[in-house]
T-cell receptor, first 114, second 115 residues
Framework: AQSVTQPDIHITVSEGASLELRCNYS??????LFWYVQSPGQGLQLLLK??????LVQGIKGFEAEFKRSQSSFNLRKPSVHWSDAAEYFC????????????FGKGTMLLVSP | GAVVSQHPSRVICKSGTSVKIECRSL??????MFWYRQFPKQSLMLMAT?????????EQGVEKDKFLINHASLTLSTLTVTSAHPEDSSFYIC???????????FGPGTRLTVT
């Protein structure tokens, strides 16, 4: 069965500092990988996705993520965090068949300090 | 593009009554829609997968008679919480998927409070 681990429940970053949110997955092959962001009381917005090809994926809002097969990881990064980035971030995996469901990690809450 | 709406955004109902939540894909046709439940400060728990014109597939532990899902068209799926109880209070989120690929687009969620 596939699973996703986000080891950090919450992270605090100073505004302007860089950010890296960790995501590790367990799956028999290379899955489809996603990062979503959720603001309080809102639904989820897709930041970026990896299906195949270039392992460094660019997303919206200045985010990027790097797929590392050897480490079964898909960490999310941003070079300079803005206060508006404070939110909950979810990593998700899906089977590369095109029609399966997604499995979400437990999420990482990002807090941005002035 | 790829906008998903939910209605209502929040609802308060009395214990024992039923509540219907609508999920609509506004600018695309979604052959598959998903219903999730999210408890405070927790991740999303998939409740069921809904395919247009067929019965929903429920995840283990989800009562199909309590959480009725109907996917009558390519743009509309509904979740009805029947005989609601306070423990059904939660944040319910739907998502819709384009015909191919894994990308799901999420609605803004519905906050259900059962008193």
């Amino acid at each position: 069965a596939q699973s996703v681990t986000q080891p950090d429940i919450h992270i605090t970053v100073s505004e302007g500092a860089s950010l890296e949110l960790r995501c590790n997955y367990s799956y028999g092959a290379t899955p489809y990988l996603f990062w979503y962001v959720q603001s309080p009381g809102q639904g989820l917005q897709l930041l970026l996705k990896y299906f195949s090809g270039d392992t460094l994926v660019q997303g919206i809002k200045g985010f990027e993520a790097e797929f590392k097969r050897s480490q079964s990881s898909f960490n999310l990064r941003k070079p300079s965090v803005h206060w508006s980035d404070a939110a909950e971030y979810f990593c998700a995996v899906g089977a590369p068949t095109g029609y399966s469901t997604l499995t979400f990690g437990k999420g990482t809450m990002l807090l941005v300090s002035p | 593009g790829a906008v998903v709406s939910q209605h209502p955004s929040r609802v308060i109902c009395k214990s024992g009554t039923s509540v219907k939540i609508e999920c609509r894909s506004l600018d695309f046709q979604a052959t598959t829609m998903f219903w999730y439940r999210q408890f405070p400060k927790q991740s999303l728990m998939l409740m069921a997968t809904s395919n247009e014109g067929s019965k929903a597939t429920y995840e283990q532990g989800v009562e199909k008679d309590k959480f009725l899902i109907n996917h009558a068209s390519l743009t509309l799926s509904t979740l009805t919480v029947t005989s609601a109880h306070p423990e059904d209070s939660s944040f319910y989120i739907c998502s819709a998927r384009l015909d191919r690929g894994q990308e799901q687009y999420f609605g803004p969620g519905t906050r259900l409070t059962v008193t």
